[in-house]
Nanobody, 120 residues
Framework: QVQLVESGGGLVQAGGSLRLSCAAS????????MGWYRQAPGKQRELVAV???????NYGDSVKGRFTMSRDNAKNTVVLQMNSLKPEDTAVYYC??????????????WGQGTQVTVSS
């Protein structure tokens, strides 16, 4: 089986920063695209950022210029650096990965989520 574990969430005041990490482990042959999604109460889950295996990134309009996603392929980890945080960034943040197992089975895996709360 494959596990994705997020860390780094917490409470921060508006204008502050947080760094989220996601570590993938288990029966992994290759990780391809990985992403961060978030979901606030009463809202749909939305894409925050995505990164390809080669390091190319795309961001949701609401976080462009404030968030930066990166990856360490050797460690099967991704990081989301969040700066200039706003109260509307408050949500549960989820890590996602396209995983290929040694048996060449490819699927999407999700982490359990980590809470980010930004106070005004």
């Amino acid at each position: 089986q494959v596990q994705l574990v997020e860390s780094g969430g917490g409470l921060v005041q508006a204008g502050g920063s947080l760094r989220l990490s996601c570590a993938a482990s288990g029966s992994i042959f290759r990780l391809d695209a990985m992403g961060w999604y978030r979901q606030a109460p009463g809202k749909q889950r939305e894409l925050v950022a995505v990164i390809t295996s080669g390091g190319s990134t795309n961001y949701g309009d609401s976080v462009k210029g404030r968030f930066t996603m990166s990856r360490d392929n050797a460690k099967n980890t991704v990081v989301l650096q969040m700066n200039s945080l706003k109260p509307e960034d408050t949500a549960v943040y989820y890590c996602n990965a396209v995983v290929t197992t040694p048996q060449m089975y490819t699927f999407n895996s999700w982490g359990q989520g980590t809470q980010v709360t930004v106070s005004s």
